[in-house]
């Protein structure tokens, strides 16, 4: 079921205190949640209506570069891709947008060919929630990462593609 | 109806050359086209299902910084807002994926209380496709835009709320 956002409720949401830079504890993975992805560049978007989700893909200076150039396949070591994900909701003023809601989770694809061989060259993170909890009991949790994005390995095991920009 | 992205031909798509800065004629109001838009932050996204269109709204610093903190009853002077706009496509590799396929077009808020008081304290401008035509006959067309914007003078004229971040 969509919610619907009030514009009252959605500004106290965003003036909701950000989680400190420190705070949040690495995947299980070792990987260190990037501090500065709130102000990466955007790569595309999408609206997945299968588990009624908003997600923005972002990418860090170097995932952005290799987007722009249309250089992809495979994406540079050093690309970092990350998705912010929301829950669908509705916005009051205008009941034909889904819009974002509830935060679900940022997640993210570190390219490293020779570090994470293992699983595509990529190593996986996820946190979720407004406190940033890491996900996965245990490294192994990156199995049900990878085991997800193998059907595109074709496309350097990433789903996304680049937006059409001028 | 939906296109369906395939992977080769959205990577030909990134590879086309950015229209050239500076080449891009402004709105009819006057109004230049913001050259480094493209490198913005993100505020929020949406999807239209009325006219199945996916949006992803960016914004200058100073708008950033105010959608972030919370401050934006009203808007402060120099914030800019960007929508990119792009016509819904499914993703070949997961199809209840809605994708940004076709560049409809980027269109813009400009607040200076004084210098656009004749429509909200917002000087409006839009540029469509890839080619970027400005859009407009003459200046007269921001009433159209300010008449739509109209129903949300309570939210300072903006329909976009801030999405929730960590």
């Known amino acids: 079921m969509k919610t619907t956002i009030l ?4 500004l106290l949401v965003a003036g909701v205190a950000a989680v400190q830079a420190g705070t949040v504890p690495p995947a299980p993975n070792g990987i260190d949640l990037p ?4 102000d990466w560049q955007v790569i595309a978007s999408s609206h997945r209506v299968d588990n009624n989700t908003l997600r923005v893909i972002l990418g860090n200076d170097i995932a952005v570069q290799a987007a722009r150039s249309g250089n992809t396949r495979p994406w540079p070591d050093g690309a970092i891709l990350g998705k912010l994900v ?3 909701a509705t916005l009051e003023a205008w009941e034909k947008a ?9 997640e993210f694809m570190f390219k490293d ?9 990529w190593g996986f993170a996820r946190w979720t929630g407004m406190d940033q909890q890491a996900y996965g009991e245990d490294a192994s949790f990156v199995q049900e990462c990878f085991g997800c994005h193998t059907p595109v390995k074709s496309n350097d095991y990433v789903f996304t593609l680049p937006a059409q920009l001028p």
Do not use: I
């Open 113 to 121: 060919s020779g570090k994470w061989a293992d699983t595509g060259g």
């Open 98 to 106: 889904v819009v974002p809601g509830e935060f679900v989770h940022a």
């Open 86 to 88: 929301w829950k669908d």
């Open 7 to 10: 514009a009252t409720a959605a």
């Open 35 to 38: 501090e500065n992805y709130r």
